[in-house]
């Protein structure tokens, strides 16, 4: 089950990948609901100001940053359960591992 805010594990998932960028200082983020729609308010770099995305919208923002840093990671899939959440960390873990290896 997704933690409070997020309604299902997607948004969870995204939101962590936010944040982690967030810390690095790649931008900063807020987000909100519309209606029943995740909006996602995002400034990049840090200091612009935000503009609105929809979850698509910030799965690929975050996509082109981890691409960039030659870091795994892709979005979990819709509609967005646990299920989906687990089998993406497992295969950015495995990712990971494979990259750790000499």
Do not use: K
């Not at 995305?53 to 646990?82: F, I, K, M, N, S």
């Amino acid at each position: 089950m997704a933690r409070d805010p997020y309604h299902i594990a997607r948004q969870e998932h995204l939101g962590d990948a936010l944040d982690g960028l967030q810390a690095r200082g790649y931008l900063t983020w807020a987000w909100d609901y519309q209606g029943r729609r995740a909006v996602y308010w995002v400034g990049e770099p840090p200091g612009t100001e935000p503009r609105s995305l929809d979850t698509r919208q910030a799965e690929d923002l975050v996509q082109r940053h981890y691409d960039a840093l030659g870091e795994p990671w892709r979005p979990v899939p819709h509609p967005g359960g646990e299920s989906q959440r687990s089998a993406v960390i497992q295969w950015i873990a495995n990712a990971r591992a494979r990259r750790a290896r000499p």
